[in-house]
Structure formats: C-alpha cells, structure tokens
C-alpha cells in the first residue's frame, strides 16, 4: 500500500463522507502532474475501501483529457463496479471531465457514452450533467439538451429512464414551455414513455395548477 494511500486510509471516516473524498481528489489533483493524477487514480482504484476507490476515480477523471486510457477505465471498468455510490461518483466524475475540455467539445462523447450498451455509462451522463441548463453551452441551448435527453425516453433501462425524466424535469423549471412542446410529442401508448413522461412533467403541471396556465 502506497503513503498516499495509507493516509488516505487515515483521513476518510468509515462513514460515507462525499465532502472529504471530493476534497482530497481536488487537492492531490492541484498538487500533482496528470500522469501522477493517472497512475494514483488506478492504484487507489485497487483498493478495497470504496471511498478510496472513488478519490481515485475522480483522479482518473481529472486526467482523462490528456490520458484517453483513463476515460476509457472509467466507461469499460469503474462502470461495471456493483456499489450505486461508486456509479454516482462515475457519473460526477464524467461531468468534471465535460467541464474540462468543455461541455459543447464534449458532445461527441455525450452522444458515445449515451448510445453505450450499459445502462450505467448511459446514467453516468443523464444523471451527471444535472441541472443541464446550469452547464455552460447547455444553458445558452437548453433546447440541445432537451433533444440528447428526449433521444433516450424509450432506454431499455428503468434505471435510466427515471434519470433522463428527472433531468427533463430539471430543465422545465426555468424552460416550461420547451420541455412541454417535446413532451407533447410524445406517445404516451408506451408504457417506457409514459414513466419518463410522468416524470418530466411534474413541474409544468404544478405551474399550470399555481397559475392556471395550460401549458400541456
């Protein structure tokens, strides 16, 4: 076991503790070369201790733009980990990486990583681009993001279905009207759908009730 890892070992309580798992990643990632942040992110990954486990994954993260084997780590092994709380930690390290490189300069790799065939790759960037519309780019075209999340109402994974309802749902606050024409297109006759859309519609029908504006 590496000094980094036995400190960390020291430092991060057995209980969960997000706060000190982000912060520690954050500082060694200040402190250090990509290349270190690479190496240490996959000899943490080793670990038997999740927590650590996640300060490496977001090392990986952190690196991924200039080391392509780390990006693909995560999308090929960490998403196959069967803790839901290292899948969260998948899914905010793949945002840090959009805010990276940029998330229009990520699209491509949106759309890739949506179009994976497991489910947890599929979640990592529904779930972690959450709000969409607070992101750069995405705030000036929520439209764009209605349309990537919209393209997967029909996932083949409940798991990923809610996902992308509860960002549709996200977005409709400040953008109501947009989110409702999309949702009006939408047919209701599938049972996939129709989740999505019970979920995504939360908000509109909460506005309409408020305000009495039919908007749906």
Not at 122 to 137: C, F, I, K, M, Q
Not at 169 to 180: F, G, M, Y
């Amino acid at each position: 076991m590496n000094d980094y890892m036995v400190y960390l070992a020291g430092v991060i309580p057995e209980k969960d503790s997000l706060k000190i798992v982000k912060t520690e990643s954050a500082k060694y990632y200040k402190a250090h070369t990509l290349e270190e942040c690479y190496r240490m992110g996959l000899e943490l990954y080793q670990s038997d201790n999740f927590q650590i486990q996640e300060v490496g994954i977001f090392l990986l993260g952190y690196s991924a733009h200039e080391y392509k084997e780390a990006l693909s780590f995560l999308k090929d092994t960490v998403s196959l980990h069967e803790s839901w709380k290292v899948q969260e930690i998948l899914a905010m390290t793949f945002d840090n990486h959009c805010k990276i490189i940029g998330y229009e300069n990520a699209l491509p790799l949106i759309r890739e990583w949506f179009c994976s065939d497991r489910a947890n790759v599929r979640r990592a960037v529904s779930e972690g681009l959450r709000v969409w519309t607070s992101r750069p780019y995405f705030k000036e075209n929520p439209q764009e993001a209605i349309d990537l999340l919209a393209a997967h109402k029909e996932d083949k994974s409940e798991y990923v279905r809610k996902s992308i309802g509860n960002a549709l749902r996200d977005i409709s606050r400040k953008n109501p009207e947009l989110v409702a024409k999309e949702l009006n297109t939408w047919d209701l006759s599938s049972k996939e759908i129709k989740q999505v859309h019970k979920l995504a519609v939360r908000f509109i029908e909460e506005r309409r009730e408020d305000y009495g504006s039919r908007i749906l």
